[in-house]
T-cell receptor, first 113, second 111 residues
Framework: KAGVTQTPRYLIKTRGQQVTLSCSPI?????VSWYQQTPGQGLQFLFE???????NKGNFPGRFSGRQFSNSRSEMNVSTLELGDSALYLC????????????FGPGTRLTVT | KNEVEQSPQNLTAQEGEFITINCSYS?????LHWLQQHPGGGIVSLFM???GKKKHGRLIATINIQEKHSSLHITASHPRDSAVYIC?????????????FGKGTHLIIQP
């Protein structure tokens, strides 16, 4: 069974630009969660999608948004990038959310200059 | 608000030693996850447990629901066990929430 894939793996953007990251979950998994990892804050929950619906959202500004498609693939978008958005963005898929075993993708490392 | 605390933050040990990493959380949870992250960023799920004890190879995870505490043990540690170990919890009440993470334990096993 193929694992969770994320594209792109690395990205360099300029302040003020926007970015879209993609996550393809394990086949059969309907839940996709997104996380941000920085050296200062560690891992933080962004949002979770299940069957195309956002079920929960972490404490991030509205510049961070996402969506999920009918094939369970998910995208997250960050608009008006700030230097502090530089981070490793990880997605994880599961059968039903955070109370199920999580399968993480390799992450997208975003650098904002 | 759920808070997850891990200790120690850093741990250096010699090959073969028995390793214990501790995790405590502040509210009722539905599941406790132990994750492993190697340099480069990839995260692997080691255990997910809601009660009792689980074992996989040289790794053992336990949880005490009453004390809101979990431990990860590594027996006969090996340099390849060097990684960051992270515990994370999900709240009671269903799957519609995200994980809350501890800050991680940086483990180095010296040959």
């Amino acid at each position: 069974k193929a694992g969770v894939t994320q594209t792109p793996r690395y990205l360099i953007k300029t302040r003020g630009q926007q970015v879209t990251l993609s996550c393809s979950p394990i086949s059969g998994h309907r839940s996709v969660s997104w996380y941000q990892q920085t050296p200062g804050q560690g891992l933080q929950f962004l949002f979770e999608y299940f069957s195309e619906t956002q079920r929960n959202k972490g404490n991030f500004p509205g510049r961070f948004s996402g969506r999920q498609f009918s094939n369970s693939r998910s995208e997250m978008n960050v608009s008006t990038l700030e230097l502090g958005d530089s981070a490793l963005y990880l997605c994880a898929s599961s059968l039903g959310g955070a109370s199920y075993e999580q399968y993480f993708g390799p992450g997208t490392r975003l650098t904002v200059t | 608000k759920n808070e997850v605390e891990q200790s120690p933050q850093n741990l250096t040990a010699q090959e073969g030693e028995f390793i214990t990493i501790n995790c405590s959380y502040s509210v009722g949870i539905s599941a406790l996850h132990w994750l492993q992250q190697h340099p480069g960023g990839g995260i692997v799920s080691l255990f997910m447990l809601s009660s009792g004890k689980k074992k996989h190879g040289r790794l053992i995870a336990t949880i005490n629901i009453q004390e809101k505490h979990s431990s990860l043990h590594i027996t006969a540690s090996h340099p390849r066990d060097s990684a960051v170990y992270i515990c994370a919890s999900s709240l009671s009440g269903g799957g519609a929430d995200g994980l809350t993470f501890g800050k991680g334990t940086h483990l180095i096993i010296q040959p």
